[in-house]
């Protein structure tokens, strides 16, 4: 993104960033935009595992950067199936929530309860302080990015978001010159003449990330932004949400990605079976762990039987097949490799690599799920 273009977000986001916001110096934006008493104490329980939350231990969220997002037990089933179970957690400006779990774990439900799109059976949703359910006025607030691009092949880039944008009611030279700030923003800017099916698969995305921003939104919630592009795009997409994080939105971002979720992220919730498991940093996560190693055992034959037998191993505390690879977690993991090689030989398993790796969010999951993020 160029400076330009962070420049175009920052007067309208409220920065945290040091110097003048808007011509208005530091100090002063700090005090119009104290959080009201309210956002301060009492907010809900982050987890259910933990609802103490390593929110308030850590002091991680600045106390007086305005809270943008708050939920809590959030709860949605499906003809009698719970896709989202007890889920609460908040965000503040600047910050980018990172909404971690594998495909199914209630993900989407979570975030079209958020953006109104479905009504949750239970809980409560606050964006900007104020009650969000059922409320239209808070969709002004809001820039969804659904899972799915939605929108018009048969139309340029430009056309598909002058559409979007008087859905917004913008018009005249506002809506242009939105248009434009949002085609800089995702590096589109030399594409916005093309239809959009001369666009590749990351573009698209690209100009769906676009299409979110056109109402200068307060809370931006990308779900599974990159799933399909190519790694160029995916970078750039990676790139500009750590951006719109710096400059002071507050940013939800969905994946299944381990990977994505450590790079662009500040706070992680990672969620399965429709239930927020836990919450924090990467690092708080991974301290979770205590001195345990990740152990990558590839081989030949069944990965789910050696896995099996990984787990009758003394001193594996959990073990699972992701990538046709199977998963360990262990304390004091490089001693337990005879043990582990052993075993593999004993189940006729011809061991083909085996890694010990620095804990992860992908060992966090597996510590407190049993089961591996990817599939
Ligand atoms: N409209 C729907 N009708 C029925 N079941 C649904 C619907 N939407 C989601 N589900 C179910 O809810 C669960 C969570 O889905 P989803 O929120 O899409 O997960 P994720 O986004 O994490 O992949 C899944 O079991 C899914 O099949
Ligand atoms: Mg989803």
Request: net charge negative; proline share 6%; hydrophobic share 40%.
């Amino acid at each position: 993104m160029t400076d330009e273009a962070i420049a175009l977000l920052a007067p309208r986001i409220g920065t945290r960033a040091a110097g003048a916001v808007s011509g208005v110096p530091q100090a002063t934006w700090y005090r119009r935009h104290r959080p009201a008493p309210h956002r301060r104490a009492g907010r809900p329980g982050l987890s259910p595992l933990n609802p103490a939350g390593p929110y308030y231990k850590t002091g991680c969220v600045d106390p007086v950067v305005p809270v943008v997002l708050e939920c809590s037990g959030l709860r949605k089933s499906f003809g009698g199936r719970v896709a989202v179970d007890d889920v609460g957690f908040s965000i503040a400006e600047g910050e980018v929530y990172g909404l971690l779990g594998p495909n199914g774990a209630g993900k989407t439900t979570t975030m079209r309860m958020v953006c109104g799109l479905l009504i949750p059976d239970a809980g409560s949703i606050k964006i900007a302080g104020r009650d969000a359910i059922g409320n239209l006025e808070v969709k002004r607030d809001i820039g969804y990015v659904p899972q799915d691009v939605a929108l018009y092949p048969d139309l340029t880039a430009r056309e598909n978001l002058e559409f979007l944008g008087r859905l917004h009611g913008l018009g005249g030279k506002l809506l242009a010159e939105r248009v434009g700030e949002a085609l800089n923003l995702t590096d589109l800017a030399d594409r916005g003449n093309d239809r959009l099916d001369s666009y590749s698969g990351g573009m698209k995305r690209r100009l769906n990330i676009a299409a979110g921003l056109l109402n200068h939104p307060k809370l931006l919630i990308l779900d599974e932004p990159t799933v399909g592009v190519d790694p160029q795009s995916r970078h750039a997409i990676l790139d500009r949400v750590q951006e719109f994080g710096r400059q002071g939105l507050a940013v939800v971002y969905t994946t299944h990605y381990m990977e994505e979720a450590e790079r662009v992220c500040t706070r992680v919730g990672i969620i399965d079976h429709g239930r927020l498991v836990a919450e924090g940093t990467r690092r708080e996560l991974v301290s979770r762990l205590g001195a345990q190693d990740r152990i990558e055992l590839t081989a030949t034959g069944d990965p789910e039987k050696l896995a099996d037998v990984a787990r009758s191993v003394p001193g594996v505390t959990s073990a699972a097949v992701a990538d046709h690879a199977v998963h360990l977690i262990a304390p004091d993991g490089r001693h337990l490799l005879p043990a582990l090689l052993e075993a593999a030989e004993a189940a006729q398993a011809g061991v083909t690599s085996v890694d010990v790796v620095e804990p992860d969010l992908e060992a966090v999951f597996l510590h407190l799920t049993g089961t591996a993020l990817r599939e």
